[in-house]
């Protein structure tokens, strides 16, 4: 089981590992140096997450039509593949933008639609793969390593591009996502063969799939389900909105180079593991509300640390904040994926975590296309760019605030006893329709 878990975060590293050249490194060249609409970048950005509700369907789709006995892995493997073309071409896109705006913007839109596609088809089937490989009682252990991985894969990937790109040219930039995407492939490969047996006898009628509007119909009928929902969707948009800001942000305000900006990821990335393995511990000893909101206060401190820095022009609080918002984001993290998987019902799981997935989706489109707007908005009505940055930060943190507000309304009890009653309201009306 150990080696299968490694092969599963192989492939969640591999996945991870081609978007780190696009969201941290792309988006800083497109927005700062090709002078690229922040709004457009975000757009672009958020392909993924405006067709992640064919997820719903691709499950469905590979729970009944398995390719020579496999369920999951052609899927993967053709997910795996997308990101990476996605990748390669995706520098391709942004010099042809600059250039030739609209034949660009069709590349663009092939590249990172390409991706987006790729990255549904494979979360989907390999978080899918990874539940039916663990089981109930080994699931938390298997999601624990997948995540480790990908975080260091993010890390390294961010170090490798870093020394990569020392010496920053756009034929550099190229073959640098080209040897990113190659070796997401590699590792991705490795991480497949011989991972799920063919034939597989699992009992795909026991669990139904639940459309998105299903699944909007339990949340308008049970109180802490909505606000669980409302709160990761202003939590989320919050922390993961700012990740096509940063590096764009420290070259504008502190004309960091290509190189520097390109960091940033992984320090983040080294803040984030750090204070998963500290929640780790911490988790059984400290209430899972208390380490949420101990992690959404020191995102809303990094928020405003990171704002400040553009007032003061000053880059070592920017790293100060940039430390913070990377340990409050971690905690975060960790707690609220524990409560998460507290606020679900027994053999109801996949229908709640199918909710909390559409929360995740949600909240990077809105959290992406606010940061990005505000942005363009603010820079054209102030003509400075660094305080339209500080802004979108302030923001964050004031959406920091509104999460924090409503952590304080979920109880996890009351949730568990209008679950079922909502559950049942659900399966009676879809009996009936």
């Given at each position: 089981?150990?080696?299968?878990?490694?092969q599963?975060?192989?492939?969640?590293?591999?996945?991870?590992?081609?978007?780190?050249?696009?969201?941290?490194?792309?988006?800083r060249?497109?927005?700062?140096?090709l002078?690229?609409?922040?709004?457009?970048?975000?757009?672009?950005?958020?392909?993924?997450?405006?067709?992640?509700?064919?997820q719903?369907?691709?499950?469905?789709?590979?729970?009944?039509?398995?390719?020579?006995?496999?369920?999951?892995?052609p899927y993967?493997?053709?997910?795996l593949?997308?990101c990476?073309l996605?990748?390669?071409?995706?520098p391709?896109?942004?010099?042809?933008?600059?250039?030739?705006?609209?034949?660009?913007?069709?590349?663009?839109l092939?590249?990172?639609?390409?991706?987006?596609?790729?990255?549904?088809?494979s979360?989907?089937?390999?978080?899918?793969?990874?539940?039916?490989?663990?089981?109930?009682?080994?699931?938390?252990?298997?999601?624990?390593?997948m995540?480790?991985?990908?975080?260091?894969g993010?890390?390294?990937?961010?170090?490798?591009?870093?020394?990569?790109?020392?010496?920053?040219?756009?034929?550099?930039?190229v073959?640098?996502f080209?040897?990113?995407?190659?070796?997401?492939?590699?590792?991705?490969?490795l991480?497949?063969?011989?991972?799920?047996?063919?034939?597989?006898?699992?009992?795909?009628?026991?669990?139904?799939?639940?459309?998105?509007?299903?699944?909007?119909?339990?949340?308008?009928?049970?109180q802490?389900?909505?606000?669980?929902?409302?709160?990761?969707?202003?939590?989320?948009?919050?922390?993961?909105g700012?990740?096509?800001?940063?590096?764009?942000?420290?070259?504008?305000?502190?004309?960091?180079?290509?190189?520097?900006?390109?960091?940033?990821?992984?320090?983040?990335?080294?803040?984030?593991?750090?204070?998963?393995?500290?929640?780790?511990?911490?988790?059984?000893?400290?209430?899972?509300?208390?380490?949420?909101?101990?992690?959404g206060?020191?995102?809303?401190?990094g928020?405003?640390?990171i704002?400040?820095s553009?007032?003061?022009?000053?880059?070592?609080?920017?790293?100060?904040?940039?430390?913070?918002?990377?340990?409050?984001?971690?905690?975060?993290?960790?707690s609220?994926?524990?409560?998460?998987?507290?606020?679900?019902?027994?053999?109801?799981?996949?229908?709640?975590i199918?909710?909390?997935?559409?929360?995740?989706?949600?909240?990077?489109?809105?959290?992406?296309?606010?940061?990005?707007?505000?942005?363009?908005?603010?820079?054209?009505?102030?003509?400075?760019?660094?305080?339209?940055?500080?802004?979108?930060?302030?923001?964050?943190?004031f959406?920091?605030?509104?999460?924090?507000?409503?952590?304080a309304?979920?109880?996890?009890?009351?949730?568990r006893?209008?679950?079922?009653?909502?559950?049942?309201?659900?399966?009676?009306?879809?009996?009936?329709?």
């Amino acid at each position: 089981m150990f080696r299968k878990r490694i092969q599963l975060g192989l492939i969640h590293m591999a996945v991870a590992m081609t978007l780190v050249p696009i969201n941290s490194t792309l988006n800083r060249v497109m927005i700062k140096d090709l002078g690229i609409s922040a709004t457009l970048v975000a757009l672009l950005a958020s392909l993924p997450y405006l067709i992640s509700p064919i997820q719903v369907a691709i499950g469905s789709f590979a729970d009944r039509h398995a390719v020579r006995g496999l369920r999951r892995t052609p899927y993967i493997a053709l997910g795996l593949f997308l990101c990476v073309l996605g990748v390669i071409l995706s520098p391709y896109a942004a010099y042809l933008m600059a250039r030739y705006s609209w034949v660009g913007l069709i590349v663009a839109l092939f590249a990172f639609g390409a991706w987006g596609m790729g990255y549904n088809l494979s979360a989907v089937s390999y978080m899918s793969l990874a539940s039916e490989i663990s089981g109930e009682k080994g699931r938390s252990r298997t999601i624990a390593i997948m995540f480790i991985m990908m975080i260091v894969g993010i890390i390294l990937t961010s170090l490798a591009l870093s020394r990569m790109l020392e010496a920053y040219s756009p034929q550099v930039l190229v073959d640098s996502f080209w040897v990113i995407g190659l070796v997401a492939l590699v590792l991705g490969v490795l991480g497949l063969i011989r991972l799920e047996k063919r034939k597989s006898q699992l009992d795909s009628a026991a669990s139904k799939n639940y459309t998105w509007s299903e699944m909007l119909r339990l949340v308008s009928e049970n109180q802490q389900v909505k606000t669980f929902f409302i709160y990761l969707i202003i939590l989320l948009a919050a922390i993961l909105g700012q990740d096509i800001l940063l590096e764009p942000y420290a070259a504008e305000a502190f004309s960091m180079p290509v190189q520097a900006t390109t960091r940033i990821t992984s320090i983040w990335g080294i803040c984030f593991l750090v204070a998963m393995i500290v929640a780790g511990v911490l988790e059984g000893r400290v209430r899972k509300i208390t380490l949420a909101r101990i992690g959404g206060w020191n995102a809303l401190l990094g928020f405003v640390l990171i704002a400040s820095s553009g007032i003061l022009g000053s880059s070592d609080v920017f790293f100060i904040g940039l430390i913070v918002l990377g340990i409050g984001t971690g905690l975060s993290t960790v707690s609220n994926l524990s409560l998460m998987l507290d606020m679900t019902t027994a053999g109801k799981v996949g229908l709640y975590i199918g909710i909390w997935g559409m929360a995740n989706a949600i909240s990077r489109l809105i959290g992406s296309m606010i940061g990005g707007g505000i942005r363009d908005v603010l820079n054209r009505l102030m003509q400075d760019p660094v305080m339209a940055y500080v802004a979108v930060f302030l923001f964050m943190a004031f959406l920091m605030l509104i999460s924090l507000w409503m952590l304080a309304r979920i109880d996890v009890n009351q949730f568990r006893r209008q679950a079922d009653h909502s559950v049942g309201i659900l399966e009676r009306g879809i009996q009936v329709d």
